[in-house]
């Protein structure tokens, strides 16, 4: 809009209304450019970023297993990476192997990049979730890490606790196992956190909690975010978990 209204400005100053017309298409045509190469740079930090903190959490806890090697290579997969960016994103998670990577200064410029919005920053913390549980136990220094991450990424205390839930249903069992009446608490108290509501809200509080995650996590938001297309399937797990969290709480209190 920025580039629109300069060039139509000037092309109304020096040639009029006909002057007016170009200048609005050529500011168009700059938008459009400057658009797409933003979009560019956000992707590439995003795969950047991703791949680099993924190597940051294997490595926290001394050992890097074999079920997270796993996870990220079906990381691979679920986004898409063509050859030249697998490369990339394999260059970049061994870089966050070593002892000397810069953590805090590799998600501050991921920061920085990405249009400001949750959803991104969610589905780039869900993505590491998966690497943290892969091996069904999260170790103390992993989650000291994912806790950093977060906090980067200016997070708060809510935004914590729905993290936190959602490693606890990447660790978890299937749910087809037997649960004790700890775990089905476990798992209500989970529900709540993963909608950002604590359990004494009232119904129209959390029916309002769940509407308003649903449209920031839709699927269709993912382009206009900068993510690539490739994401839709990390969008759509976090709406499946936003839907499967409210409908635990619907059924356990009984909504109407």
Same mark, same amino acid.
């Given at each position: 809009?920025?580039?629109?209204?300069?060039?139509?400005?000037?092309?109304?100053?020096?040639?009029?209304?006909?002057?007016?017309?170009?200048?609005?298409?050529?500011?168009?045509?700059?938008?459009?450019?400057?658009?797409?190469?933003?979009?560019?740079?956000?992707?590439?930090?995003?795969?950047?970023?991703?791949?680099?903190?993924?190597?940051?959490?294997?490595?926290?806890?001394?050992?890097?297993?074999?079920?997270?090697?796993?996870?990220?290579?079906?990381?691979?997969?679920?986004?898409?990476?063509?050859?030249?960016?697998?490369?990339?994103?394999?260059?970049?998670?061994?870089?966050?192997?070593?002892?000397?990577?810069?953590?805090?200064?590799? &998600?501050?410029?991921?920061?920085?990049?990405?249009?400001?919005?949750?959803?991104?920053?969610?589905?780039?913390?869900?993505?590491?979730?998966?690497?943290?549980?892969?091996?069904?136990?999260?170790?103390?220094?992993?989650?000291?890490?994912?806790?950093?991450?977060?906090?980067?990424?200016?997070?708060?205390?809510?935004?914590?606790?729905?993290?936190?839930?959602?490693?606890?249903?990447?660790?978890?069992?299937?749910?087809?196992?037997?649960?004790?009446?700890?775990?089905?608490?476990?798992?209500?108290?989970?529900?709540?956190?993963?909608?950002? &509501?604590?359990?004494?809200?009232?119904?129209?509080?959390?029916?309002?909690?769940?509407?308003?995650?649903?449209?920031?996590?839709?699927?269709?938001?993912?382009?206009?975010?900068?993510?690539?297309?490739?994401?839709?399937?990390?969008?759509?797990?976090?709406?499946?978990?936003?839907?499967?969290?409210?409908?635990?709480?619907?059924?356990?209190?009984?909504?109407?």
């Amino acid at each position: 809009m920025y580039f629109i209204a300069i060039c139509a400005f000037l092309g109304l100053w020096f040639y009029g209304f006909v002057g007016l017309l170009m200048g609005g298409m050529v500011g168009g045509v700059l938008a459009y450019v400057a658009l797409r190469e933003r979009l560019r740079r956000v992707r590439e930090q995003f795969i950047g970023a991703t791949f680099a903190v993924m190597g940051a959490l294997c490595k926290a806890d001394g050992v890097v297993t074999r079920n997270e090697i796993q996870v990220v290579e079906q990381t691979f997969t679920l986004l898409r990476l063509g050859p030249e960016q697998k490369a990339k994103a394999k260059a970049a998670f061994n870089r966050g192997k070593t002892p000397g990577f810069d953590l805090d200064g590799t &998600v501050a410029v991921f920061a920085r990049v990405a249009p400001r919005g949750s959803i991104l920053f969610k589905l780039f913390l869900q993505l590491q979730a998966m690497v943290v549980a892969a091996d069904g136990q999260v170790h103390p220094a992993e989650r000291a890490v994912l806790h950093r991450v977060a906090r980067d990424l200016g997070l708060g205390d809510r935004e914590l606790a729905q993290l936190e839930a959602l490693i606890r249903a990447a660790a978890r069992p299937p749910s087809s196992a037997p649960q004790s009446r700890d775990s089905s608490q476990r798992r209500l108290a989970d529900a709540y956190a993963v909608l950002g &509501v604590t359990p004494n809200a009232s119904e129209s509080d959390i029916k309002h909690a769940y509407r308003k995650l649903i449209r920031e996590n839709h699927p269709d938001k993912i382009a206009s975010k900068g993510l690539p297309e490739s994401m839709r399937s990390v969008a759509e797990a976090r709406s499946r978990e936003i839907n499967t969290a409210y409908d635990l709480i619907k059924k356990t209190r009984a909504f109407a």
